[in-house]
């Protein structure tokens, strides 16, 4: 296997250590998926030739998370935090990009809990509008995601609501690799994993749970190179946040829990640029007619722009982590999301 002029080495360094390696593990993984797997959709994989991208001998694995209740992985982790830690009268509140703040807000609807959600600016009207359709009170706050985190912090030293973090919090990393159990349960045999990575909790939860048995390779866009700083720095560092995937893959950095996860089990970051991402997009709904948004197409991203390169014979899982976007409008028509039936 080869990798990309833009791809950064990890790979095991530094090994597991304080909190991360104690409380994120495939038997706490397994046990929270008890919890809350009553409570998603066990999400589809679809099998794909690699021929059919320019990948010759390559078999791809696509996990279609996008199809998850709220349009993203992110639901996993929201609901674990609301069901494996206590839950005050003030209720819950999130920061977000947007799909946290939409996954938070849809748990809270379906437990009977009250959200507050802080988005910043940058965040897609698809987003905001899921939000506001699962009841939650919603607060557009600043430019970026460190402003709404700010707020959101701010807020439950105020009410008392249960901060929600995004992607640094046990609870949130155990959920996400509730992902990654699945996966292997539907394809046991994957050689690599792609992984896209704003603040690392999809990525942290795989690594808790796959421990070295598939390589995982992480996948950032080129303006928020987040664990490609943190893995050159050694630690968690500041990183540019923009780019066309900003409102779910540029959070400044990496969290603190996940950092150790990923030096110990993530092999390589790949970078990609908006063209590479926007082509992604382009094509998984042409070839496919898998909508995703540019976060969830950053994976797929990797191989088709070749920022990392399969080996002949590989067999290859690519994570589809979310699909809200307004990219797909249907004759333009832009409504709140309906609140799902009880149930369903």
């Given amino acids: 296997m080869t990798d990309g002029a833009g791809a950064a080495?990890?790979?095991?360094r530094g090994g597991l250590a304080g909190a991360a390696a104690?409380?994120?593990d495939r038997a706490r993984i397994g046990g929270a998926y008890e919890v809350?797997?009553?409570?998603?959709?066990?999400t589809p994989t679809v099998a794909v030739r690699g021929e059919d991208f320019g990948l010759p001998g390559v078999s791809l694995t696509l996990k279609l998370e996008q199809l998850q209740y709220a349009g993203s992985f992110k639901t996993r982790g929201a609901f674990a935090n609301l069901l494996l830690r206590e839950v005050?009268?003030?209720?819950?509140?999130?920061?977000?990009g947007g799909n946290h703040g939409a996954a938070v807000a849809y748990a809270a609807m379906?437990?009977?809990?009250?959200?507050?959600?802080?988005?910043?600016?940058?965040?897609?009207?698809?987003k905001i509008s899921r939000i506001r359709g699962y009841g939650a009170e919603l607060a557009v706050v600043g430019e970026r995601y460190a402003d709404a985190l700010a707020a959101a912090e701010a807020w439950a030293a105020r009410t008392g609501a249960l901060p929600v973090h995004a992607f640094d919090q046990v609870e949130t990393l155990l959920g996400q690799g509730t992902l990654g159990l699945e996966l292997e349960r539907q394809a046991p045999d994957l050689d690599t994993i792609l992984v896209a990575v704003g603040g690392g909790g999809l990525i942290g939860g795989i690594a808790a749970w796959y421990a070295g048995g598939a390589r995982?390779?992480?996948?950032?866009?080129e303006a928020a190179p987040t664990l490609t700083a943190a893995l050159g720095a050694g630690r968690?560092?500041?990183a540019p946040a923009g780019g066309i995937a900003a409102d779910s893959l540029a959070p400044r950095r990496v969290g603190e829990l996940m950092f150790p996860l990923a030096a110990a089990w993530v092999e390589r970051v790949a970078l990609v640029g908006d063209d590479a991402i926007r082509r992604a997009q382009e094509t998984l709904w042409d070839s496919l007619r898998i909508v995703a948004e540019p976060g969830g197409a950053a994976a797929f991203a990797a191989l088709q722009s070749g920022a990392w390169r399969p080996a002949p014979g590989e067999r290859v899982g690519v994570v589809v982590s979310g699909g809200n976007t307004t990219a797909v409008?249907?004759?333009g028509a832009t409504r709140p999301a309906a609140p799902p039936a009880r149930g369903a």
């Fill in 236 to 238: 968690p560092v500041d």
């Fill in 22 to 24: 104690t409380a994120i």
């Fill in 110 to 126: 379906r437990l009977g809990v009250p959200a507050k959600i802080f988005v910043p600016e940058v965040s897609s009207l698809a």
């Fill in 9 to 12: 080495g990890g790979g095991r």
């Fill in 329 to 331: 409008d249907f004759g």
């Fill in 216 to 221: 995982l390779v992480g996948v950032e866009p």
């Fill in 88 to 96: 005050p009268a003030a209720g819950v509140v999130a920061a977000s």
């Fill in 36 to 42: 809350i797997g009553p409570h998603l959709r066990v």
